[in-house]
């Protein structure tokens, strides 16, 4: 009878000792996972401001370049607007909107340059070196000159067409219904407007650079 009851006993304390061994386990491993998942939480949230941090770098960074290469390239714009009789403003708008100011700037279609002129274009133009600025002002000014004059002085037509191809305009007979290029002649106009701002011109027509700090 006494050895029943020992049995019992001893199985009674086995269960209990498992049962207990079983909780800290369960705490334990409860634990481990909550430690796990807080430490991705922190890696995670460090990956998301290093990100927003790199977005917001890079989204500056043309503002920046093209702050510094403008003011480079003033005297050529001046001097080349002034042959072509184009606004210079107007020419650096364009110029900040095609590459930002990147005189080594392609694009997906293959325009190159500041004025992100396509290779057939430049080859009309006479331009050799289409990553050289001075060549690609010279033949991007001209040819939108050429464009202003083709569309009656209308300079948002002769934008639509530097952006989307005079064939577009004439068949739509006026600014093609293409999101890109609408919104590529506001960005101009927005631009025109800023450098205009920064420009002061006197009697002689010569112009020079107010310090504004619009697009720093």
């Known amino acids: ?30 634990v481990t996972y909550a430690h796990n998942r807080n430490t991705q939480k922190v890696i995670s949230s460090q990956r998301l401001k290093k990100e927003v941090l790199t977005a917001k770098t890079e989204y500056h960074l043309p503002s920046i370049a093209g702050k510094k290469a403008e003011r480079l390239l003033h005297p050529i714009v001046i001097q080349t607007a002034g042959r072509f009789q184009v606004d210079p403003a107007l020419v650096k708008a364009i110029i900040m909107a095609e590459s930002g100011y990147n005189a080594r ?9 500041l004025m ?10 006479g331009v050799e070196d289409v990553f050289n600025p001075k060549q690609n002002i010279s033949g991007g000014v001209r040819y939108f000159k050429q464009l202003v004059n083709q569309f009656g002085g209308d300079v948002e037509l002769a934008l639509a067409a530097y952006n989307a191809g005079s064939r577009n305009v004439r068949h739509y007979q006026g600014i093609p219904p293409f999101k890109a290029t609408r919104y590529y002649i506001k960005k101009v106009f927005k631009y025109y407007q800023i450098y205009k701002n920064q420009m002061t011109y006197n009697e002689k027509g010569f112009v020079s650079l107010n310090n504004s700090n619009q697009f720093s």
């Open 1 to 30: 009878m006494k050895s029943i009851i020992n049995e019992k006993l001893t199985v009674y304390l086995l269960s209990v000792g498992v049962i207990r061994l079983l909780f800290i386990a369960v705490m334990i491993l409860s």
């Open 116 to 125: 992100q002129l396509m290779p057939a274009t430049a080859q009309a133009l």
């Open 105 to 113: 700037a392609i694009s997906k279609r293959g325009a190159k340059g």
